[in-house]
């Protein structure tokens, strides 16, 4: 167990003798109780809002709520002083051996230091991709596939039980029109002339497999074919074979789904249709016709009566058309059924979008909300557009016209390492730059290298040892270790409350920041010992204390290790 989880245990256990002694009603939440480093390092090494969040509850003021914890936390282990501060937060000063045992936990847990069961396996269903089923993964859909794949694996570090979705979006017009693209393939297969591919089909030469394919099943039997005999045939095994293409671009990120959801079988199940009756009978359903836009309305438009879901009664701007009016359903309607599917097996649902779904967010949470009467919620990520430059050159991309730089390009070019790390170094509701050149540069201005390269430095210590004749045999003695040397221990140890606080905001990339800041730290540790030789980690003269910071060593490198697993990403053991 962690250090801050450690002192959050023994906080509780105060909080429950409170209760027990009439201080505290045994209702009161404690939900957002939390330690945390003060923000003000002369401040002490940890701090608590526990008062601050239960003196309402309690009857009193924070502050006096505060001097009865305060006394409690002075005679816990480790603990040299207790001091409350401004309006009632709670600062409290450890001893450096509350930091080298911590050193000693990162080491001995290994891989498993940073694991929570704060999400006590509930179970959580993460979509990410579900781009069209129309050609190969490009780069516009890489940084979607990194956050929901990142996020999935934190939430798994958290203790939720997380299953991986891909929504295939086969149901509709773009999928016949892929099915006559690859039509016109199939007919070149087989040696016809199809000339230039007409404008709005799919002019990619991704499909010339895909014809040859369909040419050696059905040979010339579609041909001169009327479109309806092979139409829906085409589809399914277009499709399909889009869908393996999918599957392989996702595997050279390391990204494997549990589930393919189709939305066309989705249809053909029923199940949309038993979407609006379960709206139906809560009564949210009801025929009416929609204002008209706001401004100046569009040439033709007329009130039309509809099938609308009173989405405004959960937040959303205004009802929302479940069928059109021909009677066919809308895109909302089969995500009402989508979701509703998804929720029977989950607690929480998480989407990670594009940025350009935002208007339809406020909808289909409303629907999940009324479809689970509140049981299941759902959280969606929207992510921003990644912009490719080469050499501070950007690069113009067009799905339709067949020119796009594609996913697995790219991670032949920089290596799915660089890929993954880059997609998560910045927030994904903020744009990205992602500049060839500067990615696969060796410079403290690449994240990517910069983080790498602290824990390449750190594997090389244990060769070096070895070359100055120092015996890893010995054990320790983390007394040795100072201040200084602490210091980089009190940063790694919040290691496990980042994983936390990140699993529970869908915010992957707090990971990489932290790495980061751990990595600029050890940076600049390892520079001070070239203008100080008595701060480098391996000192000739001085076995003793070159073991000592091995050991920090060794446990900073164990938390750039488990963060970087997180991201998908693996550790360097040398850059070449």
Known sequence: MSLYARYSVL????????????????????????????????????????????????????????????????VLPGVTA?????????????????????????????????????????????????????????????????????????????????????????????????????HLRYREALGENIGEIPDGYYPGDYLVPVGKLLAAEFGDKYVGAPESEWLVLFRQKTVAAMIELIRHDLAL?????????????????????????????????YLGVLEAPKGEAPEGWEPVELTLFRSSQFGDDQDRPMKKSDGSWTYFGADAAYHLQKAAKADHLVNIWGADHAGTVKRVQAAVTALTEGRVDLDVKLVQMVRLFRAGEPIKMSKRSGNFVTLADVVREVGKDVVRFMMLTRRADAPLDFDFAKVVEASKDNPVFYVQYAHARIASLQRKAAEIGVSLDTPADLSLLDAEDLALAKLAAQYPRQVEAAALAHEP???????????????????????????????????????????????????IKNGLALMGVEAAEEMR
């Open 82 to 182: 207790v001091e409350i501060a401004g309006p009632g937060f709670i600062n409290l000063r450890l001893t450096e051996d509350a930091w080298r045992d911590e050193l000693t936990t990162i080491i001995g847990e290994g891989r498993r230091y940073g694991l929570s069961d704060i999400g006590k396996g509930e179970r959580v269903n993460v979509e990410y991709v579900s781009a069209n089923p129309t050609g190969p993964m490009h780069m516009g859909h890489c940084r979607g596939a990194v956050v929901g794949d990142a996020l999935a694996s934190l939430l798994e570090a958290a203790g939720f039980a997380v299953t991986r979705e891909y929504y295939v979006n086969d149901a509709g017009s773009q999928v016949d029109t892929l099915a006559r693209s690859a």
């Open 509 to 559: 990339h707090r990971i990489a920041f932290f790495l980061g800041d751990l990595a600029a730290a050890l940076h600049a540790q390892w520079n001070r010992g070239n203008d100080d030789t008595e701060r480098r980690f391996l000192i000739e003269n001085q076995p003793d204390l070159t073991r000592a910071r091995l050991e920090l060593a060794r446990g900073i490198g164990q938390v």
């Open 253 to 285: 990120l390391g990204i494997h789904h549990d589930i393919f959801t189709s939305e066309a079988e989705l249809h053909e199940s029923g199940a949309v249709s038993k979407g609006l009756e379960s709206l139906e009978a809560k009564g949210l359903v």
């Open 11 to 74: 906080l509780d256990a105060i909080l429950d003798d409170l209760v027990t002694e009439g201080h505290l009603p045994v209702e009161a939440n404690r939900k957002a109780v939390a330690f945390e480093p003060p923000r003000d390092e002369s401040h002490g090494d940890l701090a608590t809002n526990a008062a601050m969040v239960l003196a309402k509850g309690a009857g009193t003021n924070p502050r006096a709520f505060a001097a009865l914890i305060a006394p409690r936390l002075e």
